[in-house]
């Protein structure tokens, strides 16, 4: 498959969406009586942004874009790292906030890291798979069933391991962040349908994963 404009402007919004999740998601909001991280609002719009790439390009493409996505997050968590390690100017005050804003921990960018890979392959898989089993209709089943999955997978796995054994760990936190993404994603399905419709026909692709090699590590397809 040749590389086109749209399928760049996808993977850009991609990997923006994912590197904008990781720098709010230090910022928490209380929304009545849940309390969740600002980030909740932004990481549907990479599972819509997946489920665009899965369901148009097919899970090969989509498998390529989320080891893109990593590496990138470990770009700009590595150049972070460097930027808190150099000395600072002796007039900048800024040290302090720095460090409190985009000074992750290694627990965290392990929780992180790990809950972005499970949560992304999981969502890619399952919609193929329903794309499959439903020969291509029923667009809002796949894209709500991936993301309960994805989802799920995501939350437990990163929330588990970041806040295990420590005060900030409950438990219902994760049916909260889990509820939260999985309805933000079912109310943006109408747009998910016209952006994908809009692709589909641009692109004149509609691809089905009948022989496609789901191993998440093989990308040479």
Partial sequence: MN?????????????TSLITANVI???????????LPAA?????LSYIIGDVLTEVYGYRQARKV???GFLCNLIFVIFVWVGKM???APFWEGQEAYERIL????????ASFLGYLFGEFANSFTLAKMKILTQGRWLWSRTIGST?????????????????GTPSFVPIMILY?????????????????????????????DAYDYQTNFNPFFISD
């Fill in 3 to 15: 590389a086109s404009p749209r399928l760049g402007l996808i993977t850009a919004i991609f990997i």
């Fill in 25 to 35: 998601a230090v910022k928490v909001v209380s929304l009545g009586f849940v309390v």
């Fill in 148 to 164: 309960v999955v994805g989802q799920g997978l995501d939350t437990s796995i990163f929330i588990t391991l970041a806040f295990l």
């Fill in 86 to 88: 150099l000395p600072p």
């Fill in 177 to 205: 962040h889990w509820l939260a993404k999985t309805l933000i994603e079912a109310m943006a399905t109408p747009l998910t349908y016209l952006v994908v419709n809009f692709v589909k026909k641009k692109e004149a692709i």
């Fill in 103 to 110: 000074g992750y921990t290694p627990r965290l960018l392990a």
């Fill in 40 to 44: 909740i609002f932004i990481f549907p």
């Fill in 66 to 68: 989320i080891w893109l």
